[in-house]
C-alpha cells in the first residue's frame, strides 16, 4: 500500500486556505464563543473550525479515493454530526437535543457496514458474537469517542493536536495488524483516511493553536471525535484478538479517561452529569502552574506517550499486552489522583445560571 501523498497534501493546503475564509464567515452568522468563567479565553472568538475541517478532508478524498460503501457510510455520518456542531455554533442546542442527534449520526453508519460485531475474551482466542447488541455497542463507542473529544476541546490547539497524534497512531497500527492478517479493503480505507484527515486537522491547527485565531466549536470536536471512532471500527475493531479491540481505548486515553473523571466526580458530588466544572485535565495542569501553552504541550506528551503504548501492543503477544495494560492503568490512575481529576478535593462546579447560550461538557 502506497500513502496518499497527493490527497494528505490537499487536505492540508485546502485547510490552509479555507480556515481564514470560514473565520470571517463565523463572525458573520454568529458562530462566536464569548467568555465565561470556565473558559481561560478573554475575548470573542469564532467557532466554526470543523466546517474548514470538514470540507478539507471531503474535498480530498472525493477527488482522489474511490468512494466505497464504508466510506459512504463515514461521511454521511460525519455530515450529519457537522450539521448538528453548526446548529449549536450558530444557535444553541441543549444537551438532551445533542446527544439525540449524536446517537442518530452513530445510527447513520450501521447500514454501511460499520459497526462492532464482537468483542474478545482477553484471556483467550475465543470471541464474543454481539448479535442484536452490535448496533447499541456500537452507538455507545461512536457517541463516547464523540463527547470525550468535545470534553477535552477546553485550551488552543488542544483537541485537534490530541486528535492528530490519534489519527497518526491509529493509521500506524491498522498498517501493523495488516501486515499480520494480510488486511482487508476496510483496514486499507482506514489508514488511507486517517493520514489524509490528519492533513486536514494538521492545516488547521496552523490558525488554532494557541494563540488561536479560530476555535473548532462543536461542529469541530464532535467532527473530529465522530471520525476517528469511525476509523478505528472501520480499521481495528474487526480484528479476531483482544488487542485490536483495545488499541482504539488506548490510543484516545486523555479523552476518555478526562470524561469517565468527569462522570464520576460530578456523580459523587451529587451534581448532574452534563453540568460543566473547572476540573478537567488542562485546567489542573493551568492551576499547578503551567502556561496554556505548556498545558497543551504536556497533553500532547502523554498521547504520544499513550501512542507509542498502542503501538507496543500490536507487537507484544496477549498476555504480555495484558500485563503492560494493567501496568499502564495503575500509573495513569496514580498520575490522574495526583493531579487531582479524579475528583478527590474541593470542587468548580459553574452554576446553570451562569451558562451561556452554547452549551458543553
Not at 118 to 147: C, H, M, R, Y
Not at 338 to 345: A, M, P, R, Y
Amino acid at each position: 500500500m502506497h500513502i496518499p501523498v497527493t490527497a494528505i497534501l490537499l487536505a492540508f493546503g485546502i485547510a490552509l486556505l479555507v480556515t481564514p475564509l470560514v473565520r470571517k464567515w463565523a463572525f458573520r452568522c454568529g458562530a462566536v464563543d464569548r467568555p465565561n468563567k470556565r473558559k481561560v479565553h478573554e475575548k470573542i472568538m469564532p467557532r466554526l473550525g470543523g466546517l474548514a475541517i470538514y470540507l478539507s478532508f471531503v474535498v480530498a478524498v472525493i477527488v482522489t479515493r474511490e468512494v466505497t460503501r464504508q466510506v459512504a457510510g463515514m461521511m454521511v455520518g460525519g455530515s450529519l454530526i457537522v450539521l448538528l456542531g453548526f446548529i449549536d455554533d450558530t444557535r444553541g442546542v441543549s444537551p438532551r437535543m445533542k446527544l439525540a442527534g449524536q446517537i442518530v449520526a452513530a445510527c447513520a453508519v450501521v447500514p454501511f457496514g460499520l459497526r462492532v460485531d464482537f468483542l474478545t475474551n482477553p484471556f483467550s482466542t475465543e470471541l464474543i458474537a454481539l448479535g442484536l447488541l452490535s448496533v447499541p455497542v456500537t452507538v455507545l463507542w461512536l457517541v463516547s469517542v464523540t463527547n470525550a473529544v468535545n470534553l477535552i476541546d477546553g485550551l488552543d490547539g488542544l483537541a485537534g493536536g490530541t486528535s492528530f497524534i490519534a489519527l497518526l497512531t491509529l493509521a500506524a497500527a491498522v498498517w501493523i495488524e495488516t501486515g499480520r492478517t494480510g488486511g482487508s479493503q476496510g483496514q486499507e480505507d482506514a489508514i488511507v483516511l486517517a493520514l489524509v484527515f490528519a492533513g486536514a486537522v494538521f492545516g488547521f491547527l496552523r490558525y488554532n493553536f494557541y494563540p488561536a485565531r479560530i476555535f473548532l466549536g462543536d461542529s469541530g470536536s464532535m467532527y473530529l471525535g465522530y471520525n476517528v471512532a469511525v476509523l478505528a471500527i472501520m480499521g481495528l475493531a474487526k480484528g479476531a484478538t483482544f488487542i485490536s479491540v483495545i488499541i482504539p481505548v488506548v490510543i484516545l486515553g486523555i479523552p476518555l479517561l478526562d470524561t469517565v473523571f468527569a462522570v464520576v466526580r460530578r456523580y459523587c458530588g451529587h451534581r448532574p452529569i452534563l453540568q460543566p466544572d473547572k476540573e478537567h485535565l488542562h485546567h489542573k495542569l493551568m492551576e499547578m502552574g503551567l502556561s496554556h501553552r505548556q498545558a497543551v504541550l504536556c497533553i500532547y506528551a502523554v498521547n504520544v506517550v499513550l501512542g507509542l503504548s498502542a503501538i507496543i501492543l500490536t507487537l507484544i503477544t496477549q498476555k504480555q499486552a495484558v500485563l503492560f495494560l494493567a501496568a499502564l492503568s495503575t500509573i495513569i490512575l496514580i498520575a490522574a489522583n495526583k493531579i487531582g481529576v479524579t475528583g478527590v478535593g474541593r470542587h468548580q462546579y459553574l452554576q446553570p445560571e451562569k451558562q451561556q447560550r452554547h452549551y458543553r461538557m
